[in-house]
């Protein structure tokens, strides 16, 4: 069954969009540790779909191994917690009891990196899409809106392979819904800004990038290369403007343009241990 | 699918071992596993060379990787691998690795050799098979004691053993390798499994304990073997 429901947050959108794939999905089955087991639709879900709904307590280092060994039996494990618990506490079962078992997941975390700044660094993952960059293989989606995040969703669970999806309480007015780099405003081809999922809609408000041209992404791994070459003039300026740590792109934005002279411009959040609870914007 | 085979001679897989390890005599440390490993492919689990993915073969997780002569050694003996392919061990190219890898080994279901991802890996599987509906068969995994330390152990056991997880065993090589150690048979009971202290050399002691009744309880099988020398 389908659940019709308008979601207001990226959050309720996942959980939805889960929750229909496991109704309608053979291979999937939702991993939890805790977090989000009471959010609805989950319990009736998980009264619906005996044994499609797995809670493992608060184990997060279970939750990733045990979604390795589900798929390993051909099941499409989506697993979800907050993102520090999700791809930095488990990180090694990411690399061995995903990747070198050579199977496939799809994580879907909360938090992004300080949606909820009054309860401080521990719930902060500024470094997540740093740190599951480091492994091979993986599809990194950073939604801008619920409805990319129910549409990424979606299609991360029909799909194969390795899968990253970082929502946040953060979103743009609209959503975009293409594939790779979307032009959003024809502006300089020497000046070109990329903004990644919910910071667009204050790329397009900032003075200081009024005449540039604006491409949007959802996506960020893998990087559309060929859509930033295909954008940009002879000898651009290439601003990234990522919702976590300044400077994550800057290797696949390089390589992107190493075939002609450019300027790179990172702009994301600090790298920095934080001991402030509140006031973590991006400065544009 | 094979359920008895003949048994394998010691000698003959001592012999292969030596295709590898060129020793004609091995260590203790060398053959912790091998008598736990022989009587698990001799008498217990269901596997079928000439079909290494049949869905419902019964799944071997090596989580001890380390030292996978022994390992080797039965897979050959009985078919998954040939024994010409022994002498490459450990080389470079070769399929053969100082651990052993699901992707490129016949019959190896989980590439392993850190400590402590076997057993979370075995019960997503049991988990799994559960799901699929497949009832049959069952998910054998190898520990070793020291390898107990690690956390991700204690999440998975707290968590099988709480779940009826009967198509799950867990069998520990006990060779006295932990620092620290404690009660390896009650670690599983306090949570909720069955469990037995069994001679890791006595094979027909062994096949009663992997094949022991355990309907609604997973089971751990601690298989004693040598002290590791120190």
Redesign the interface.
């Known amino acids: 069954m389908t659940t019709a429901i308008a979601a207001t947050t990226m959050r309720e959108a996942f959980l939805h969009a889960a929750a229909d794939a496991v109704d309608a999905d053979d291979r999937a ?1 939702l991993v939890l540790a805790d977090i989000s087991a009471g959010a609805d639709p989950v319990p009736a879900l998980a009264r619906r779909r005996p ?2 709904v ?1 809670n ?2 608060i ?1 997060e ?2 939750l ?12 499409r ?1 989506v697993v979800h917690s907050y993102a520090p618990f999700l791809v930095e506490r488990p990180y ?2 990411l690399k ?2 995903l990747g ?3 199977v496939g997941a799809v994580l879907v975390s909360i938090g992004a990196s300080y949606d909820q700044p009054g309860i401080g660094r521990t719930h902060e993952a500024p470094e997540d899409v740093a740190v599951v960059d480091t492994l091979p293989g993986w599809t990194i989606h950073v939604p801008g809106h619920p409805e990319e995040a129910d549409r990424l969703v979606r299609e991360s669970i029909a799909g194969e392979g390795l899968v990253y999806v970082r929502l946040s309480s953060a979103s743009n007015a609209a959503p975009h819904h293409g594939a790779g780099l979307q032009t959003i405003r024809v502006g300089s081809p020497d000046d070109v800004v990329v903004a990644v999922g919910p910071t667009l809609d204050r790329v397009l408000a900032a003075d200081r990038f009024r005449g540039a041209t604006v491409l949007y992404t959802s996506t960020v791994r893998p990087f559309d290369a060929a859509g930033l070459r295909a954008a940009v003039g002879e000898v651009p300026t290439v601003t990234m403007v990522e919702p976590y740590l300044e400077g994550t792109s800057a290797r696949v934005v390089d390589e992107a343009l190493s075939d002609r002279p450019h300027r790179t411009v990172m702009i994301g959040h600090p790298r920095e241990e934080s001991h402030r609870y509140g006031g973590h914007d991006l400065t544009l | 699918m094979t359920t008895v085979r003949p048994p394998t001679d010691p000698a003959e897989l001592h012999r292969l071992m030596s295709l590898m390890t060129g020793d004609e005599k091995h260590s203790a440390a060398a053959t912790s596993t091998l008598d736990v490993l022989q009587v698990l492919y001799d008498r217990v689990l269901r596997v079928d060379p000439a079909h290494p993915d049949d ?1 419902v073969r019964d ?1 071997f997780l090596l989580s001890k990787g380390h030292g996978p002569m022994a390992y080797y050694a039965v897979l050959a003996a009985h078919g998954f691998l040939d024994e010409s392919e022994l002498a490459t061990w450990a080389r470079p190219g070769s399929r053969l690795g100082l651990h052993p890898d ?2 490129l080994v016949p019959g190896v ?3 392993s050799g ?1 400590l ?2 076997g ?14 509906g ?1 009832t049959t068969p069952r998910v054998v995994v190898l520990v070793g004691d020291a390898e107990l330390d690690e ?2 152990n204690h ?2 056991i ?2 099988a053993g709480r779940s009826g997880m009967a198509n799950l065993t867990t069998v520990v090589v006990d060779n006295a390798s932990a620092t620290h150690r404690g009660d390896l048979a009650e670690l599983f009971l306090v949570e909720g499994w069955r469990a037995i202290t069994v001679d890791g050399r006595d094979h027909d002691v062994l096949e009663t304990a992997l094949t022991a009744a355990h309907d609604d309880r997973p089971l751990a099988v601690v298989a004693v073997v040598e002290p590791k020398e120190s």
């Open positions: 089955v044994g499609r797995v493992v307590g184990r280092q279970l990733l191994g045990l979604a390795g060994g589900l798929a390993l039996t051909g099941l494990p090694e079962a061995l009891d070198h078992q050579d | 869905p799944r699901r992707v279901e989980i590439g850190s402590g991802h057993l979370p890996l075995a019960v997503g599987t049991a988990l799994g098979l559960r799901i699929r497949l956390g991700s999440e998975a707290a968590y």
